[in-house]
């Protein structure tokens, strides 16, 4: 199997390796597989039995086809290890009816990113090996808090990669801080900037972009290297949980090995659902895919009405992750419903006016498959409350917004059928708001806020957040934004 850019309408194809090595394709588009490997039944009955790693590297397998199976089957086991994910990789418990929760926040860092961070390093350090580079590959990331951590964990102690990470002393929680502080791992770094999100994040993107950092890296046999979540190795190992969900509920007896089933998804950047997208076109059988939304519903618009249009206010929300106007993701829904041509000049558009419509026949395509649904932070914080007060279940602020999505969307359209929530990060990673949403006074100190729902809820916190206070600090420098080169160098060494 071969990759191409998703504006590429010369067909110029690469192997898996280097498309995860490259990130992003020069022309600005996303790799996408050149085919899409089918999934039968038979299939399907065969993954049934086997564990989560097992089905993981079979189905990367399918679209890795530059990896051997033994590779893959090694780092899915390193991956997803029971001592990573505690509980399960990704288990599918009931919420009630025929709303199932799909819970993919049992990795080191308590939120779903990790099973895309746990398994892409290891297949980027083979990508090195396999495309002839020799360098070691620098991962430089400004975060705003929970992807920094994700990718430290994802890197840490993996061969041929060091990671750096920034984060900004204003606007991080204090157990976000606390996490990354006491990062562990012999290749890793992590530096607070004085400053906001964005002067970590411009100065990072500036470091990127200048030669004479490449040059000065290049000389110690380093290069930059981003984490980014369009990066193929990113969105490849997502596609897994919605065919192992599948087998479960199979195995459980909630299906029958054939029905179709519906998938809901708390969205931000469009990756996990798109994912969901390609297990569908590969033969999973799935009826509807809805994309939950929060107040940020740039795409509950596009569905309803084929015009993306991020010209709007820009709202913080107790969801932060799905709070984005522009889901680079849905870039490769397009190319698969339009083709490169049409994909690129919508993308132009996008970028020369902030907005664009699709044609009537992608429009129809999409409608066939997607439906949109958003909640306010009202909605979100009633859904948490009543899905725990009537069935026991203690969701997330992002998960609320996908439980919402599912309830209304089965409600409207009389349909009974299995739905399927991502349930995307533990309730412990937004214990003040969750406890505040079940109507009580969430403490000043988040980690108080840890012990308070817990106590509430009679529920566990999650392992990664467990004992933080305690845990020794081994990252407390703070330098301002203009020392960050300087810091980068020191670190490539
Ligand atoms: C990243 C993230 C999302 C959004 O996922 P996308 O793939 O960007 O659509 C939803 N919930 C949580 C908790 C996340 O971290």
Not at 126 to 134: D, H, I, N, P, Q
Not at 210 to 222: F, I, Q, R, T
Request: some cysteine; glycine content about 6%; aromatic content about 10%.
């Amino acid at each position: 199997m071969k990759y191409q850019s998703t504006r590429d309408n010369q067909k110029n194809k690469i192997e898996s390796a280097e498309a995860i090595k490259q990130g992003l394709a020069n022309d600005g588009g996303l790799f996408v597989p050149d085919e899409i490997p089918s999934l039968s039944t038979d299939d399907i009955k065969a993954l049934c039995p086997l564990s989560y790693p097992e089905r993981a590297a079979n189905v990367l397998s399918r679209y890795l086809t530059d990896y051997t199976y033994e590779e893959l089957l090694a780092d899915c086991k390193a991956a997803y290890s029971e001592k990573s994910f505690v509980g399960g990789a990704a288990p599918v418990k009931n919420i009630h009816d025929n709303i199932y929760s799909l819970e993919l926040w049992h990795g080191p860092t308590a939120a779903f990113k990790d099973m895309a961070l746990q398994i892409m390093p290891r297949l980027l350090s083979r990508a090195l090996v396999k495309t002839g580079e020799e360098r070691t590959a620098l991962i430089l990331v400004a975060t705003s808090g929970d992807t920094g951590k994700a990718a430290l964990e994802g890197y840490k102690d993996i061969d041929r990669v060091k990671i750096m990470v920034f984060y900004p002393t204003g606007g991080v929680s204090r157990v976000q801080k606390l996490q990354m502080a006491t990062q562990e791992g012999s290749n890793v770094n992590v530096c607070a900037i004085r400053g906001n999100f964005d002067d970590a994040q411009s100065n990072v993107k500036k470091i990127f972009a200048d030669s004479d950092m490449a040059k000065a890296l290049d000389e110690n046999g380093y290069f930059f290297s981003s984490a980014n979540s369009i990066n193929w190795g990113r969105l490849v190992p997502q596609i897994v949980y919605y065919i192992s969900a599948y087998c479960d509920l199979v195995n459980d007896g909630k299906i029958r090995l054939g029905d179709e089933i519906n998938f809901c998804v708390p969205t931000g950047n469009f990756g996990n659902i798109f994912a969901a997208y390609l297990a569908k076109l590969m033969g999973l059988p799935i009826a509807r895919l809805i994309c939950a939304s929060n107040m940020n519903n740039v795409l509950t618009d596009f569905l309803e009405n084929g015009t993306y249009d991020r010209n709007r206010a820009f709202h913080l929300t107790m969801s932060p992750s799905m709070d984005i106007l522009i889901s680079s993701n849905l870039e490769r829904l397009l190319y698969f419903c339009a083709g490169a041509d049409e994909t690129a000049s919508y993308m132009k558009s996008l970028a020369e006016s902030g907005k664009y419509t699709v044609s009537a026949d992608v429009k129809t395509k999409i409608d066939e498959l997607f439906s949109g649904y958003y909640a306010d932070e009202n909605e979100t914080a009633k859904t948490i409350k009543e899905t725990f007060e009537k069935y026991g279940y203690l969701c997330d602020t992002h998960t609320a917004v996908g439980v919402s999505a599912a309830e209304r969307y089965c409600s409207d359209n009389n349909d009974t059928r299995v739905t399927v929530v991502d349930s995307t990060a533990s309730p412990y990673k937004f214990a003040a708001d969750v406890y505040t949403a079940l109507g009580k006074d969430a403490p000043a100190d988040q980690l108080d806020a840890l012990d308070a729902l817990s106590a509430y809820t009679d529920t566990e916190i999650a392992y990664p957040l467990r004992g933080l206070g305690e845990r020794k600090v081994v990252f407390d420098k703070v330098i301002d934004a203009d020392e960050m080169p300087a810091e980068v160098l020191k670190f490539a060494k």
